[in-house]
T-cell receptor, first 115, second 115 residues
Framework: AQSVTQLDSQVPVFEEAPVELRCNYS??????LFWYVQYPNQGLQLLLK??????LVKGINGFEAEFNKSQTSFHLRKPSVHISDTAEYFC?????????????FGGGTRVLVKP | EAQVTQNPRYLITVTGKKLTVTCSQN?????MSWYRQDPGLGLRQIYY???????DKGDVPEGYKVSRKEKRNFPLILESPSPNQTSLYFC??????????????FGNGTRLTVT
């Protein structure tokens, strides 16, 4: 079984400041990793994913994440946030050989960008 | 426009009164899934379907039923709702069965309150 822990439930940040959202996972098998974003009153959208190769992954809207296998982490970063980045962010994993798109999600981190 | 459509967006009901939440996608996706989102718990999978007439349990299937008679539709049925099913529900679909090949597309959610 897999589990995903997002260490911060809420992160307030000022506009144009950097932000880092932490994600750690536990799994007995190799996994693929994802970050999804949920804007207010909307469904989730894929932000970025790590499948293989370079451990630094770039996604949409200026976000990037770094996979660290030894620390089983996949932290999300943005060097300068905008008001429009206010949203909830979910880290998720899926075993490489899983059937059924069985993503396991973390509890979410709510980002509030202040002017 | 390619989308996943859920109805209704909001639903308030009483314990034991059967209800159905509809989900329809217009992208000819093979895979469809239902999640519930609860604060601090992230999204948990209820049921999924790899194709027409093929459904399987996710992590929290108790108290729910689904059907997949047509490729585009995947309704969620609560035969006898209880207050612990008060939650935010999301339907999602993907072209293929595995999210690393094709990302999940989410509906905008259905907020269900059972009194």
């Amino acid at each position: 079984a897999q589990s995903v822990t997002q260490l911060d439930s809420q992160v307030p940040v000022f506009e144009e400041a950097p932000v880092e959202l932490r994600c750690n996972y536990s799994s007995s098998v190799s996994v693929y990793l994802f970050w999804y974003v949920q804007y207010p009153n909307q469904g989730l959208q894929l932000l970025l994913k790590y499948l293989s190769g370079s451990t630094l992954v770039k996604g949409i809207n200026g976000f990037e994440a770094e996979f660290n296998k030894s620390q089983t982490s996949f932290h999300l970063r943005k060097p300068s946030v905008h008001i429009s980045d206010t949203a909830e962010y979910f880290c998720a994993v899926i075993p490489i050989k899983a059937a059924g798109n069985k993503l396991t999600f973390g509890g979410g981190t709510r980002v509030l960008v202040k002017p | 426009e390619a989308q996943v459509t859920q109805n209704p967006r909001y639903l308030i009901t009483v314990t034991g009164k059967k209800l159905t939440v509809t989900c329809s996608q217009n992208m000819n996706h093979e895979y469809m899934s239902w999640y519930r989102q609860d604060p601090g718990l992230g999204l948990r999978q209820i049921y999924y379907s790899m194709n027409v007439e093929v459904t399987d349990k996710g992590d929290v299937p108790e108290g729910y039923k689904v059907s997949r008679k047509e490729k585009r539709n995947f309704p969620l049925i609560l035969e006898s709702p209880s207050p612990n099913q008060t939650s935010l529900y999301f339907c999602a679909s993907s072209l293929e069965q595995h999210s690393y090949n094709s990302p999940l597309h989410f509906g905008n959610g259905t907020r269900l309150t059972v009194t």
